[in-house]
């Protein structure tokens, strides 16, 4: 960590902060997070927690990004903390499920993200909460917007994909294939955090005053790997990688409409006989999958001195490796 002192890592153990640092604490507990912070005496916070936003339980949701995030500051404030980093989500300036081309931080965030999706409109509220919060007691925040995150640790993405591989589904895309998406290994964005709050505590000791032009303190930061891939390239990659590539000549595209008819009939059919419950692929997941979503981190190269330091291709290497060694070290001791 360097010269960072004493860091305070939480949602550790999810995929991007076990590539900061593997430790966790429960922060919808305003006691527990106090207690915490006072004993190791933090100097830094990089708050990377939140719940699974492919199964959204919203009142979890609620609990710990927006009442957690808001624990957490008061005891920063309280506790005379000098910095907060905390992970956004580039879901934040998404209207709907159109296109998003080459967005970047003069973007408004609109009332109801995502339709008013309850991840996204609670991960709205927790920047809102924590870019709000700068400035009080000599605290000094900042929120990094983070695209979807692939890397070691990967149980959702990768995994999917190399199932996908695996069965043969991976030759079927929905829509045209040709989207163009923005990802983000985790080694990549956890150097982002550091750099962050690097940055947060280089202000804190600055004797003169910081231009507006580079302050850090107070701002939102998209975080990507800087180079956007059609969709469905991720997903023939990591067939590549392990040893199952697929022709240009076996793809079947099949138009969204299609497939969210019969994906819809799937999420009716298991409301009812679950009681409530949803299928592991939903209407809203593949509308992801036909849209461009790109954005600009031109912003954090210039304030953060954020360079991608892992491309695609090794990012997806690194976390196609990690999987089948886990994979296969999970089968011997079953």
């Not at 997070?33 to 708050?47: F, Y």
């Not at 996204?120 to 927790?126: D, E, L």
Request: proline share 4%; net charge neutral; charged share 20%.
């Amino acid at each position: 960590m360097g010269d960072l002192g004493s860091v305070f890592i939480i949602g550790g153990c999810g995929l991007l902060g076990h590539h900061i640092v593997k430790y966790l604490l429960d922060i919808t507990s305003r006691n527990d997070v106090h207690t915490a912070l006072r004993k190791v005496k933090a100097n830094v916070i990089i708050n990377t927690a939140s719940p699974d936003p492919l199964v959204p339980v919203p009142r979890l949701l609620e609990e710990v990004n927006i009442n957690g995030t808001q624990n957490v500051l008061d005891c920063a404030i309280e506790l005379g903390i000098r910095v907060h980093v905390y992970t956004s989500s580039s879901e934040v300036v998404q209207r709907s499920y159109d296109d998003i081309i080459w967005a970047d931080e003069t973007w408004p965030l609109p009332e109801n993200p995502v339709d008013g999706a309850v991840y996204s409109m609670t991960k709205k509220i927790g920047e809102e909460l924590v870019l709000q919060a700068n400035g009080k007691n000599g605290l000094h925040t900042a929120a990094l917007r983070l695209c979807t995150i692939f890397g070691e640790g990967d149980r959702v993405l990768t995994r999917h994909a190399i199932e996908m591989a695996q069965d043969g589904r991976a030759k079927y895309h929905v829509g045209t294939g040709k989207n163009l998406y923005d990802f983000i290994y985790a080694g990549n964005a956890a150097e982002g955090h550091i750099l962050a709050a690097k940055k947060l505590l280089d202000e804190c000791n600055a004797k003169a005053a910081i231009s507006s032009a580079s302050q850090v303190s107070g701002e939102a930061f998209f975080l990507t790997n800087g180079d956007p891939w059609p969709f469905w390239a991720f997903s023939r990659t990591v067939a590549e990688k392990i040893g199952k590539p697929i022709a240009d000549k076996d793809i079947w595209t099949i138009p969204l409409g299609v497939v969210c008819l019969f994906v819809k009939v799937l999420e009716w059919m298991t409301w009812v006989l679950t009681l409530g419950g949803q299928p592991s692929i939903t209407t809203n997941m593949l509308k992801y999958t036909a849209q461009v979503r790109t954005f600009s981190i031109e912003k954090a190269k210039q304030r953060l001195g954020y360079q991608p330091r892992v491309g695609m291709e090794e990012g997806i290497q690194r976390a196609v490796t990690w999987h089948l060694s886990n994979s296969a070290k999970a089968k011997k001791l079953s």
